[in-house]
């Protein structure tokens, strides 16, 4: 059974660094063909896709964060991290980390998410 778990602080000040990490157990992040995602959802809003890193280190972003956003691993501890840079109030939300089957599509285990307060 595979589990993830974020961790981080939950209260950033604007224009300071967010990050997250990303603990996974029972599950190698370097097994094929795997990526690991970070998803947010904004208070009253869906969820969005921030960006992942997949099982040979390959890194991918969304267009609209993509000049923020940064995703890495460390393979010796099985986890990957997020840093969101510049961050406003508008980036108040619950984080999410996430694995996704390539080629399958959807995600298969999730952390329970951790709320991420912008204020200063």
């Known amino acids: 059974q595979v589990q993830l778990q974020e961790s981080g602080p939950g209260l950033v000040k604007p224009s300071q660094t967010l990050s997250l990490a990303c603990i996974v157990s029972?599950?190698?992040?370097?097994?094929?063909?795997?990526?690991w995602s970070w998803i947010r959802q904004p208070p009253g809003k869906g969820l969005e896709w921030m960006g992942a890193?997949?099982?040979?280190?390959?890194?991918y972003y969304s267009p609209s964060l993509k000049s923020r956003t940064s995703i890495s691993r460390d393979t010796s501890k099985n986890q990957f991290s997020l840093q969101l840079n510049s961050v406003s109030p508008e980036d108040t939300a619950v984080y999410y980390c996430a694995r996704e089957r390539v080629e399958i599509g959807g995600y298969d285990y999730w952390g329970q998410g951790t709320q991420v307060t912008v204020s200063s």
């Open positions: 029972g599950g190698s992040i370097t097994t094929r063909y795997y990526c």
């Open positions: 890193i997949c099982y040979d280190g390959s890194t």
